[in-house]
């Protein structure tokens, strides 16, 4: 079964601070696709990246990063110079690579994140 | 374009009573599914459709039922509400396979 582990339940930073969210996922799976997901105070959930499990690169998207290690099973989420609207929560979800029944997302508990001015 | 559009926003039942929650979506996506979300369990899989006429459970589907006979409308019925189907419910839609999904405004429901 797919599972996905946010330990860090909530995290206080004060703005400008670095903060690395983590996640760590199991699967049986040797094909599979990794998202994080933001929620913001106001409730909605906000895409913010897909990577699959044969692309191993770090993506850097402004002063978002992730760094993707299969050997760990982890998909950490860094965010560099924080900022007060940097303040939500953070998902990591899991997701089977079958492009025939379509997109069944495993979520971790997720992480509250709070920057602070 | 609209998006993914939920209704209602909130909603109060009392224990035994039924409702549907609607869902529906413009971007002519095949894929559609709810989520419920829970504090401290993250968002779990409660149905999800693949197509008009295909609908599959997904984690927690006890006491929920789903139809699909749109690729729109995506529509999410309690039966019979019970206490611990309070939470928050998300709907959600995407082309088919592991893609970005997007979700709708959610719809906060209490049941007392």
């Known amino acids: 079964a797919q599972k996905v582990t946010q330990a860090q339940t909530e995290i206080s930073v004060v703005e400008k601070e670095d903060v690395t969210l983590d996640c760590v996922y199991e699967?049986?799976?040797?094909?599979?696709?990794l998202f994080w997901y933001k929620q913001p105070p106001s409730g909605e959930l906000v895409f913010l990246i897909r990577?699959?499990?044969?692309?191993?690169q770090n993506e850097i998207s402004g002063r978002y990063s992730w760094n993707f290690q299969k050997s760990t099973s982890s998909f950490n989420f860094t965010i560099t110079a924080s900022q007060v609207v940097d303040s939500a929560v953070y998902f990591c979800?899991?997701?089977?690579?079958?492009?025939?029944?379509?997109?069944?997302?495993?979520f971790g508990a997720g992480t509250i994140l709070r920057v602070k001015s | 374009n609209a998006g993914v559009t939920q209704t209602p926003k909130f909603q109060v039942l009392k224990t035994g009573q039924s409702m549907t929650l609607q869902c529906a979506q413009d971007?002519?996506?095949?894929?559609m599914s709810w989520y419920r979300q829970d504090p401290g369990m993250g968002l779990r899989l409660i149905h999800y459709s693949v197509g008009a006429g295909i609908t599959d459970q997904g984690e927690v589907p006890n006491g929920y039922n789903v139809s699909r006979s749109t690729t729109e409308d995506f529509p999410l019925r309690l039966l019979s509400a019970a206490p611990s189907q309070t939470s928050v419910y998300f709907c959600a839609s995407s082309r088919t396979g592991p893609n970005e999904q997007f979700f709708g405004p959610g719809t906060r429901l209490t049941v007392l």
């Open positions: 990577r699959n499990s044969f692309d191993e």
């Open positions: 699967t049986r799976d040797t094909t599979y696709y």
């Open positions: 979800a899991l997701s089977e690579a079958n492009m025939e029944y379509g997109n069944k997302l495993v």
């Open positions: 971007m002519n996506h095949e894929y």
